[in-house]
């Protein structure tokens, strides 16, 4: 099994990353943020009470969220590996993962962060916020998403520190330049 987490603030590029990284190395690609919309758009209890948290920027409850996870991850039994987009976004889900992957007799292999300086985040976000109608992406929701990146999300780098598994990567350039640099990481696995 190969188990990756794509990190990085709001606007990095984990989710286009992600996709094409879940198609060459056949890993199912699992975006929390993904699963949460889905919820909130078929109103479930889950969707109904991320919503809240999701439209100001903030987090979704840890148990919330974890639960979520191992549901997902249960329906997919087969997978080749994961590669884990918006998850882990606090130390305490990093270490429910470590210890669940551990159970199943796995682990995170890398920890692949997207580095963009905060400007060009805050450029990309609203450029997407005129192609996609995401409710998170006014100015002052996504304000708020990089401040809570840096305050709750930013320490799971230093968790993954700890383990040797902290790959920092250039965001910025062209989406295939971006892949070469991740895959250049995986490579070495
Ligand atoms: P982005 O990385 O652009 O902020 P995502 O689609 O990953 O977008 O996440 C959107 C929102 O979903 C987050 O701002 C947060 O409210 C919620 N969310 C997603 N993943 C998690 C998580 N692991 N823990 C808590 N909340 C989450």
Redesign the pocket.
Known sequence: MLNIVLFG????G??TQAKILADRYHLYHL????V??SEMSAGTPLGKK?RG??EK??????ED?TEMLVCVMDKHPDAGGFIF??????TQ?AKFLRKMLLEKGTEIHDLIVLDVEEKELVRR?LNRAKLESRA?DTREVIEN?IR??KEQTAPVIDYYSQFGKYHPINGIGTVEEVHNRIAAVISQQ
Do not use: I
């Not at 603030?9 to 990095?12: K, L, S, V």
């Not at 975006?31 to 993904?34: E, I, K, L, N």
């Not at 920027?57 to 840890?62: A, S, T, Y």
């Open positions: 603030p709001p606007g990095a984990k989710g975006s929390t943020g993904d949460l919309r991320a948290y999701v920027g903030e987090l979704v409850p840890d969220v987009d918006g998850f882990p976004r606090t889900q976000l998170d998403r809570v990146y």
